[in-house]
């Protein structure tokens, strides 16, 4: 028996439907913010990823499915949604229209690491992408946007937000990162260890305990931006306070992407055994330029779908039931299954849910049928009611029938 790759899941039609859902209020939130659709290739030239989401960062050197194709070209599966979307960005000239650029997609994404709770090798994000608006106000847009979306879901998250300045101030703080984890070298994690040379601001983001009890007493980002994201910080407060947004100021949050600039943002729960970050994002005003297209401000965040569903699930969060048929078609014979199939036909063009026998069931065995699928109502067709052209109608939940002539079916049935 051939099994499912290790770090992936079937998502089984008992479950579709809550994807279906959450899927359905991200599109309709989107839409209120003006946010369209953008749909890319599942797989990239593996360049995009080194150069935009960043080659020292756990993505590029540990996570990424990359191979070479049959030109010998390096391909990766995209680990994240940002970079596609700049990608598209630029080489469809969408800077040169009307600005801002505002992008959602529900997109597949692929990390090599190892699986656990909310966290798959294949998983599924949600994300938008705001291109073109270099103030404060877009970010607070985009927060507004994901608190907007995971109220409506029912979740209960706390937002963190922070800025990690721009490549100007944080020169300064990198200097003063290396200096502070310079006596701590020994101590540190092998990653890290290739950090502290490479990218200082990374060791902010390791998950490995003793890193994290040492960089808890590292420097404040905020304390060396420059006064341009001073400011910048100052009027993302403003915005938020102004909307009524409640946020917490968390100095070490960095994100786990090289792209990020100026703020920071996070969205957690405590309702997935330890905390857990449900959605991230921020600003990147340098990678549009930085993967060859004109200097361009951006501002985005993505969500993990199976993180977010185990989120609900833990908190209560209300789902609607899957669909299920209006009424259910039994027929006696093979000649009353025909008719029971014709008329099944008919209801399903009006958008009414219909189902019939397809397993040449007894009418008993029908009526426990119909009775897992939810069905509200069981139409029954033997011989009489083929003749006569009038079925039996019986209301599963009361219990009670009438007869209904076929040619009346559709009204019958209409907002049932």
């Known amino acids: 028996m051939i099994t499912i790759p290790k770090g992936t899941k079937d998502i089984l039609p008992t479950d579709s439907y809550k994807w279906q859902y959450v899927e359905g209020v991200a599109r309709d939130i989107a ?103 270099k103030g404060a106000d877009a970010d607070a847009e985009t927060i507004l946007l994901a608190q907007q979306l995971l109220e409506t879901l ?27 984890f310079e006596p701590h070298l020994d101590e540190l994690c092998p990653d890290c260890k290739t950090r502290h040379g490479k990218n200082p601001l990374r060791l902010l983001d390791c998950k490995e305990e003793n890193c994290r009890k ?107 039931e899957a669909d299920k048929p209006t009424v259910y078609l039994a027929g006696m014979d093979a000649a009353c299954r025909q008719k029971a199939f014709v008329l099944a036909a008919q209801l399903r063009k009006q958008g009414i849910l219909a189902e019939t026998d397809h397993m040449e069931r007894s009418i008993k065995a029908q009526f426990k049928y119909a009775d897992k699928l939810g069905a509200k109502y069981v139409a029954v067709i033997g011989g009489n009611e083929l003749e006569s052209g009038v079925m039996n109608v019986k209301c599963m939940a009361t219990g009670e029938s009438e007869s209904v002539p076929f040619a009346n079916a559709t009204e019958y049935f209409s907002g049932k």
């Open 154 to 180: 029912g979740l209960k998250v706390k937002l963190f937000i922070n800025s990690i300045g721009c490549p100007t101030c944080r020169a300064a703080y990198n200097k003063a990162l290396k200096e502070f």
């Open 31 to 133: 839409k209120r913010f003006s946010f369209k659709e953008i749909r890319t290739p599942v797989f990239e030239h593996t360049e995009l990823f080194q150069r935009g989401v960043g080659e020292t960062t756990d993505v590029v050197t540990k996570e990424m499915y990359t191979f070479r194709d049959k030109g010998d070209r390096s391909i990766t599966l995209k680990p994240e949604g940002t970079a596609g979307v700049a990608r598209s960005f630029i080489e469809n000239g969408m800077y040169g229209g009307v600005l801002p650029a505002k992008m959602f997609y529900i997109i597949p994404a692929f990390r090599y690491e190892r699986p656990q709770a909310g966290r798959l090798r294949e998983f599924h994000q949600f994300g938008v992408e705001f291109f073109g608006a």
């Open 214 to 320: 040492i960089n808890a007493n590292a420097p404040s980002i905020l304390d060396y931006l420059c006064p341009d994201c001073a400011a910048h910080f100052e009027s993302l407060k403003d915005y938020l306070s102004a909307a009524g947004v409640s946020y917490e100021i968390n100095p070490r949050i960095v994100r786990g992407l090289d792209y990020y600039t100026r703020t920071v943002f996070e969205f957690v729960s405590d309702n997935i055994g330890a905390q857990g970050t449900v959605c991230g994002g921020g600003r990147y005003d340098g990678l549009i330029e930085e993967l060859g297209g004109p200097a361009t401000p951006a501002v985005g965040f993505g969500l993990g779908i199976e993180r977010l569903l185990m989120v609900m699930d833990s908190c209560g969060a209300d789902l609607p």
